[in-house]
């Protein structure tokens, strides 16, 4: 199941599908002074206030926080899904004023579509792309299977695999459209800790290989100091940036290297620093 | 097989138990006939066509009231789903005409269209139609706003969204809406034939009537048997498959 290489394009696949399968340029994000409030029962909540962060070409960018610091919302601005209160997100250049095939999303758990099976779940997206044949989604979807090293479970209901096995199809569905940005939002909290070490190894050199911006959201320290080239550190209450740490250490990364113990202590004590008055833990 | 085998058994049993009640002459024959005798108005009945004629007009009406009432009630569940204001104006209508019992419908159906076919269909069309209506609606408000999302990145929205995304995911509730569409058609066709006779066509429940009005047991409880067996095969030939491919796709119900 541990993806060591990443796979060579299968012979059988045709010139077209070769085509699909060229790694597209990864874009620049720029979100500038975004602010987005949400009204509850008790209230309203500032979610984001005047956030603003940039983003470079195949960079992959952590966004850390307590529950409800508004990481999770900015992930879906960014997405298209929620429109900001006030204030821009721009890719490459261009305001998003809606969901867009170069920027996709993937969810945690429970976002697969049970009445499809694992290629149908990957050929959702691939069947909204226009300009391709059928035999060429299906050559881009076994592809983007093989690479997630599920294969031989291409015709297995969702509801049958193992969380694991889930998240690495929620993978392959939000890379097969060959998006320029991937937005991840808390993929791996609901699964055990050595699926997701195996994860932290795979999402690394597939990021290597497909050459994406990746902007991901997590609560896990470790997590995002493994995995990101930048850190961003949420505070909540309301939702700004209030800190920014480079990861300087080579990859790919294993969660259980000393060095990056150091960093996650860095950030933990920041996190600490300004939720302990919430009276909120981050893990 | 061996399944199998235990429901042979059983049904067997039965007849036998009836057979045994029958020969101890506890109720005139008259009420209760035996086994043969009802074997042999059915062997009769389907010898001259009475029994295949009933049943096809029984059939012809109730599959053509509950496809109609499948295309109307799909398209109105999804729009009372997507708009608020359907639901508190059309939802709650069909809320409150699928309380009531759709044999109700008789009597205005018969007097709006006489004694014509389109009296029957209009009851059995009545008695899908608010069934697929509710459980559509619910099937849609019940689907996890996750998919809708997921579906919208990936560049799928109006029509593609409500036909490959809304309606598959709400499909759970859809089917059982439709089985108890048909359940409800199946029954008010049955009481409309019974209580009406139509000029155009003997349907199986008219002939349930005429043997009670002729004192026929043997005829009664032979039509009462193949009424049986067609809400039986309708159940393991059409709902079943669909039912079990559900199950297998979304990992619900017992073991199979």
Redesign the interface.
Known sequence: MYITHVIPWHSRVTSSAKEELEIVAPIKLAIESVSKSFKTATGTVQALDRVSLKVSEGEFVCLVGASGCGKSTLLNIIAGLEKPDSGSVMANGKPVTGPGRERLVMFQEAALFPWLDVLGNVLFGLKLKPGLRDKDRLDVAKYYLELVGLTRFEHANIHELSGGMKQRVALARALAPNPRVLLMDEPFAALDALTREQLYGDIQRIWKARNKTIVFVTHNVREAACLGDRVLLFSPHPGRVQEEFTIELPRPRDINSVDLAGYAGRIMRSLKGFTKTEGEVAE | MKRFASAAAFFGGLIILWQLLYDAHIWSPVLVPSPASVANYLRGAAGDGTLGQATLITMRRLLIGYVIGIIFGLPLGLLTARWNVLQDTVGTLSLGLQTLPSVCWVPLALLWFGQTEAAMLFVVVMGTLWSVVIATDTGVRNV?P??R????????KNM?LWL??IL??A?PFVVSGMKQGWAFAWRSLMAAEIFVTILTGFGLGQLLHFGREQQAMDQVIGIMVIIVVIGLLADKIFFSPIEQFLH????TGASQ
């Open positions: 996890p996750i998919f999302r997921a579906a919208l990145t990936m560049g799928s593609h490959k995304v598959p995911a499909l297998r796709r979304w990992g």
